[in-house]
């Protein structure tokens, strides 16, 4: 059974940094394009990273040069630096395989 489970998030101020972690099992993580998505409040989805199983990265305009999405296949855990972090960045945020996504962890900015 594929699990996703996300993890760090919090409250965290404009300007500020967090990283999200996402622990993934029940298939080959190794194999896998792996995406981060977030959900504000109100809101539709909004697709934020792609890693590929290369390597590769992908950002959305909105939080390129700001996050960085990254992997650890011998951990299956999946990664989202987030910098200079805005309130505009509120949101839930998932990670996603395919049409699998995690319960989410909920970033907040805020003074």
């Known amino acids: 059974e594929v699990q996703l489970v996300e993890s760090g998030g919090g409250l965290v101020q404009p300007g500020g940094s967090l990283t999200l972690s996402c622990t993934a099992s029940?298939?080959?993580?190794?194999?896998?394009?792996m995406d981060w998505v977030r959900q504000a409040a109100g809101k539709n989805v909004e697709w934020v990273s792609t890693?590929?199983?290369?390597?590769?990265?992908v950002y959305a305009d909105s939080v390129k040069d700001r996050f960085t999405i990254s992997r650890d296949n011998a951990k299956n855990t999946l990664y989202l630096q987030l910098n200079s972090v805005k309130t505009e960045d509120t949101a839930m945020y998932y990670c996603?395989?395919?049409?699998?996504r995690g319960q989410g962890t909920q970033v907040t900015v805020s003074s």
């Open positions: 029940g298939f080959t993580f190794s194999d896998y394009v």
């Open positions: 890693i590929l199983p290369s390597g590769t990265t």
């Open positions: 996603q395989r395919g049409s699998r």
